[in-house]
């Protein structure tokens, strides 16, 4: 649905193949259910202006650009998108990790990103 509804009542219509989503009796939204159960279908249009700027993207192109950096920022973007439940969640993240290769030479965000990766694998055994 619109993001500019969240938090606002809405009603649902669901047929086996379509959900309908109304809003004080307007429809607002319509989707084709997906052909796999739990899988979510997202409208471009619908997602906050901020989200729109990452359609396009996707988990492994960020991981082979963090790559071509270097090894450890390569396995640093693709920690930071498998720590999250959906992978898009930690796209700015992964972005921000990629911004600094344009602004710092890329041996120092290697060794940044090595430091990074020791520091959560240190966290991850004195648990």
Sequence with gaps: MP??????????RTTADTVEV???????ASHVVSARPGEATTVTEHMPKSHQKYVGRTPSGLVEE???IGLF?????????????HPEMGY?????????????????????????LA???AR???R
Excluded: N
């Design 73 to 85: 920022t390569g396995q640093l973007v693709e920690a930071t998108l498998a720590a999250k439940r």
């Design 92 to 116: 700015r993240s992964c972005l921000g990790i990629l911004w600094l290769a344009k602004t710092y030479p890329a041996e120092r965000v290697e060794a940044a990103a090595e430091g990074r």
């Design 119 to 121: 520091a959560r694998r």
């Design 66 to 68: 963090a790559q071509r």
């Design 3 to 12: 993001h500019a509804l969240v938090h606002q009542e809405v009603d649902v």
């Design 124 to 126: 991850c055994r004195s």
């Design 22 to 28: 109304f809003c004080r009796g307007v429809r607002v």
